[in-house]
């Protein structure tokens, strides 16, 4: 299994993953495809996926992720099992060339199975079952070097994808959404999720999506003596109409980056909202 952290560790510093893709391609006219989110540009326009990829690196990121945020099974169930699978090969295809040339890791999005702010459940645990094995083995049957589950808020699903990957040996992240209450959308309280992760072999255990005066909250009494990272919601606008903006500058969040670097971080990113200027800012931090 690879250990991408292992480099951050002889190098002294975090990695740098990439910041926002959907609102980015929001913010550049293109329109959200109902539950497929943003994964019809992979087909539609690759050029643009490419090109946000490519900025990103440039912007000096160490990790970029595949437009696959939606296309796992479920979120893709009115389309053809083919289609669904043309999708993620060519997402992870257009990440693959932006990274060729480039000391870069591909990390494979692999998103809740419904909506990410859902409280009620609707769909069984086989459903779950089969909706996570199968996208998390296409992404890295397509070439990812690790999987990123991001945004993760249920713990039934993230019981079911810890024990799959460490089963088969996937390298893999589970990155949390919290509560302003420190808790899983289904009520668990944020130790007790980490503790049973980091029983089941992650390379990390992330934090995304999160505002970041609930990350400050987090922050304070969390020891992070483990692999971690973080990579918050730089967003604003109302989420339900899609029309996600910017609400946390680049220089703002360089102030939540030098509060980062105090736990001695794996990673750091952004997410929603976020562009290649705060991918940016927090390299000018880190490069001191």
Not at 59 to 68: L, R, V
Not at 141 to 147: L, P
């Amino acid at each position: 299994m690879v250990n991408i952290f292992s480099l951050a560790r002889r190098i002294e510093r975090p990695l740098i993953l990439d910041g926002a893709m959907g609102s980015l391609l929001q913010q550049k006219g293109i329109k959200s495809a109902g539950k497929a989110w943003m994964a019809h540009v992979n087909i539609e326009k690759p050029s643009v996926v490419y090109d946000i990829h490519l900025d990103y690196i440039n912007a000096g990121a160490d990790i970029i992720t595949t437009n696959t945020f939606r296309t796992n099974p479920l979120a893709l169930s009115k389309i053809t099992l083919s289609k669904n699978i043309k999708l993620v090969i060519q997402s992870v295809g257009i990440a693959l060339e932006a990274a060729k040339d480039f000391s870069v890791f591909v990390a494979g999005s692999n998103a809740p199975a419904e909506d990410c702010y859902q409280v009620k459940r609707t769909v069984t645990k086989k459903e779950l079952i089969y909706n996570h094995s199968a996208h998390i083995n296409l992404l890295m049957s397509a070439g990812v070097d690790f999987i990123l589950n991001e945004t993760m808020s249920h713990f039934d699903e993230i019981k079911i994808i810890c024990t799959y990957c460490s089963k088969e040996n996937i390298p893999y992240i589970i990155s949390l959404f919290l509560t302003e209450d420190l808790q899983l959308l289904s009520g668990e309280k944020t130790e007790h999720v980490i503790k049973y992760v980091l029983d089941h072999n992650p390379l990390a255990v992330g934090f995304n999506c999160i505002m970041p005066d609930v990350f400050r909250k987090l922050f304070k009494p969390q020891k992070l003596n483990f692999n971690w990272g973080a990579y918050l919601n730089c967003g604003s606008g109302d989420y339900s109409d899609n029309s996600i903006k910017c609400g946390v500058t680049p220089d703002d969040y360089g102030v939540l980056t030098k509060l980062m670097l105090k736990k001695n971080p794996s990673f750091i990113g952004a997410c929603c909202g976020s562009s290649p200027s705060h991918i940016r800012s927090i390299r000018k931090i880190i490069n001191g």
